[in-house]
């Protein structure tokens, strides 16, 4: 035997009819028996919780305005209402969206730019090249001990250890190799 639409009888059909008639007492139970599952549609789509409490408030507004149109026929009284949360929440999602877009330029004037200029970055990636370059210049064991003091915050014993050398050698590694590099990035 086929199961149709109208053989399921869901409580929240007979509530949604009864609302249609104006039944706030059966609007109240509908609420009940159905937010938790809306407000996670809601949540889903749109994750501030102010927002999709808002968006929900709306759906049950218009559940209450449209609930004549329902037809238990055509879906249950939940994916009707789980539609119009849906459909509520993409409207919000498009309007928050839209008025982002729409910000008069005069605000963008206003807004600071993270992002360095473009002169200053390019200094930057000038300076960084200038000093790569330098850095490789240096000696093997002193790159990599100066890259793993001031990139990885390894300290002289740390570094001491990790190369198998005493650590009045890793110091003076280090102290020659910054001289280097200082020459080399003043020159």
Same mark, same amino acid.
Request: hydrophobic share 40%; net charge negative; charged share 30%.
């Given at each position: 035997?086929?199961?149709?639409? &109208? ?10 009819? !009864? ?10 139970r509908l609420y009940q028996a159905t937010a938790s599952r809306l ?5 889903? $789509? ?26 238990? $026929? ?12 849906? /459909?509520?929440? *993409?409207? !919000? ?5 839209? &008025? ?7 605000? #963008? ?7 360095? #200029?473009?002169? /200053? ?21 002193? !790159?990599?001990? *100066? ?10 014993e740390e570094l001491a250890t990790r190369s198998g050398s005493p ?7 280090? !102290?020659?190799?910054?001289?280097? $590099?200082?020459?080399?990035?003043e020159g």
């Open positions: 035997m086929e199961l149709r639409q &109208q053989d399921v009888t869901e409580p929240e059909n007979e509530l949604l009819s !009864r609302v249609a008639g104006g039944d706030r007492d059966a609007f109240e407000l996670g549609i809601c949540l889903r $789509l749109v994750p501030d919780r102010g927002e999709a409490e808002d968006i929900l408030q709306d759906v049950y507004v218009a559940a209450w305005r449209k609930a004549p149109q329902f037809d238990p $026929l055509r879906s249950s009284a939940t994916v009707w209402l789980g539609s119009i949360a849906r /459909h509520r929440a *993409i409207d !919000r999602l498009r309007a928050s969206s839209a &008025q982002i877009d729409q910000a008069p330029i005069a605000l #963008a004037e206003t807004q600071p730019d993270p992002a360095p #200029a473009p002169a /200053h970055q390019a200094e930057a990636d000038s300076e960084r090249a200038r000093l790569d370059d330098c850095i490789g210049r240096l000696e093997p064991r002193r !790159r990599t001990l *100066i890259r793993t003091a001031f990139f990885d915050g390894a300290t002289y650590l009045g050698s890793v110091k003076s590694w280090i !102290r020659r190799g910054l001289q280097q $590099l200082r020459a080399c990035l």
